[in-house]
């Protein structure tokens, strides 16, 4: 036992001595990088960060295997692509140093709150989406309802008006009541409530999509472009259910074709949890409405 410690000591010994410096200056750029990369996690700069990442991975194949041409036009086009990543992210860069400047930078250190306090939604929870789904389609009132499942929609949530509410069919149908303060605009989903109301979306530029549709179903197939969401979309026309998901519009048949879609991605959360795998993404069977 002794020699043992006695080789521990002696191999401990060969590593720099940390000074009480040292620890403080460790807490602090620990603290700078979870908060960096919360922020990350919070906006599209996450997105970014996944190519620059898959970027890099090819910098390091292409150096590894010794692929000079493509070594030296990666070399010459990261420059430009820096420069382009801040043009891209200046409003996500610019609010960053206007809340910093705007609150006391000791609060919420150290709080591990990241901001997306997510919980997985519940069956019940999906009960109660489809019968205010099918409520509203009845009598053709128009709703926008997104499910925020791995990809935060803080971006989006900050657009419209906090709720909180836990979700129930009553809530949602009041919320698209027409001539109410909340009918206009997108509602975010967060686990079992209802997060924020009257949230702007991103429309897609896809000029595949139908022209019988509307800026309602443009907008779920755009907000399913940036994110893994799924939007239930309920047409004032014509009253009928479709689901936007992974770039692509569904047309859900009836509420038992609903309840089968949101379970499934309820699953698909779960699982993606759990082994945290890479999910691919289905190739053109949702791209079209039938």
Known sequence: MADFLGGM????????????????????????????????????AW???KGIIMILLFY?????????????????????AVTMAIVIFQPELRKVLEQLGSKNPFTGILTFDDGRTRSQF?????????????????VKTGALIVIERSDSLKEIERTGIEVGGIVSSQLL???FEHNTPLHDGAVVIRGNRVAAATCYLPLTDNMTISKDLGT??????????????????VSEETGRVIVAM?????RIADADMLKSVLGGAKQA???GSRFRILKGRRKNEEKNIK
């Open 246 to 250: 992974e770039g692509g519009l569904k």
């Open 173 to 175: 149908i009041n919320i």
């Open 60 to 80: 390091l194949f292409a150096y590894v295997f010794r692929l000079y041409n493509i070594f030296w036009i990666l070399n010459k086009i990261a420059t430009p």
């Open 269 to 271: 959360v779960e699982e």
């Open 47 to 49: 997105t970014l960060l």
């Open 216 to 233: 309602r179903h443009r907008a779920a197939v755009g907000v399913s472009e940036v994110s893994d969401s799924v939007t239930i979309v």
């Open 122 to 138: 519940t069956d019940k929870t999906i009960n109660e989406l489809v019968k205010a789904t099918y409520e509203m389609a009845k």
């Open 9 to 44: 000591y002696s191999w401990v010994s060969f590593l720099p001595r940390i000074s009480k410096t040292n620890l403080v200056e460790i807490v602090i750029i620990a603290i700078l990088l979870y908060e960096l990369l919360t922020w990350i996690m919070n906006t599209r």
